[in-house]
């Protein structure tokens, strides 16, 4: 089996792009693979957050992962933050870092454009992505095209770590799905359906109610015209919402194209909500039932120290091969 890890942050409501994106083959990959998922708390600072509402997110992405398949038996899941030596060992990539290559991230340029102060932590958080990942060895790592980028330094990492201090890490590959990898936003198809979008109304949250959801996918922008057509280069917003039926009605898109020729948007958009609720609807009621259960602390405290027998052994390989004088197991 290969070892798979990857992470979500809590900052924001988690999105159907999410799920269909990432969440729906992170539960393919937990049948086949040895897999752990983590709620990056940590990063989630590298930007101010209100405690109070971090605490919430943190909590909630937990129980959503949960909700949308993960088995916290099968996998290992778990918050960033209750596995110390990810910090560490994030610490030690600094050292192998270039400024030139931190600066280079698209993401620290988007996050920190128009601000007057940025903290050190955004400029370094791709190493923490990097130990992240290498703290468990893992082989794949699934992730989006905005991630591409930091997964490339990781790899530059791994193999800068190698050719100094020995082969020891294993030099990870990125895992994208050939469908349902990216879904746009519902009122711009040219970005990326997100949490950060400061309109509400770009996105369909996970935990939206139906009548909200109709509502959003009722607005949603569309072309000229009124024909249900897969083009991306021509028709970019109806092809994302042919998409998001796709994936939420199990169809193929050529499907999707003959279910609706010539009926226009106005039907097509009605029972695009009913396929977005109907898949929603159920990952709500689990959601609500793994948070009044009680039992998520546990299933995180497990997920925790299974995680912690890896990356700490990790850990204690990376800092001998360096130098550090180890204290006696």
Request: hydrophobic share 40%; glycine share 8%.
């Amino acid at each position: 089996m290969k070892r798979v890890l990857s992470g979500i942050q809590p900052s924001g409501q988690l999105t159907l792009g999410n799920y269909i994106g990432a969440m729906q083959n992170f539960v393919k990959l937990q049948d086949e693979q040895e897999c752990f998922f983590m709620v990056v708390d940590m990063h989630a600072i590298t930007v101010p957050q209100e405690p109070k509402a971090l605490r919430e997110q943190s909590e909630a992405v937990a129980a959503l992962f949960i909700a949308a398949g993960i088995d916290p038996v099968k996998s290992s899941l778990f918050m960033q933050s209750h596995v110390r030596a990810h910090a560490e060992l994030g610490w030690l990539f600094t050292t192998l870092a270039y400024m030139g290559e931190l600066e280079r991230m698209t993401q620290f340029k988007d996050k920190s454009a128009g601000k007057d102060s940025v903290g050190a932590g955004l400029f370094v958080y791709p190493t923490l992505m990097a130990a992240d990942i290498l703290i468990y060895n893992a082989d794949l790592v699934p992730v989006g095209d905005d991630q591409k980028q930091h997964l490339e330094l990781t790899r530059d990492l791994a193999g800068r770590f190698n050719s100094r201090y020995g082969d020891y890490f294993k030099v990870p590959e990125p895992y994208i799905p050939k469908t349902g990898a990216r879904i746009m936003s519902l009122d711009d198809a040219g970005k990326k359906m997100s949490k950060s979008n400061p309109n509400p109304g770009s996105y369909i949250a996970l935990l939206d109610p139906p009548d909200v959801i109709r509502k959003k996918i009722s607005r949603a922008t569309t072309d000229s015209g009124r024909e249900i057509r897969y083009d991306p280069a021509e028709k970019p917003e109806v092809s994302n919402l042919i998409s998001i039926y796709g994936q939420c009605a199990g169809l193929t898109v050529a499907e999707v194209e003959a279910r609706y020729e010539g009926q226009g948007y106005g039907p097509f958009k009605k029972e695009l909500a009913e396929q977005v609720v109907a898949v929603l609807e159920p990952l709500q009621a689990r959601y609500r039932e793994v948070r009044a259960s009680g039992e998520l602390y546990d299933q995180l405290a497990s997920g925790a120290e299974r995680a912690a027998k890896v990356a700490d052994q990790t850990l204690r390989d990376v800092k001998e091969r360096m130098g550090f004088l180890l204290p006696r197991a």
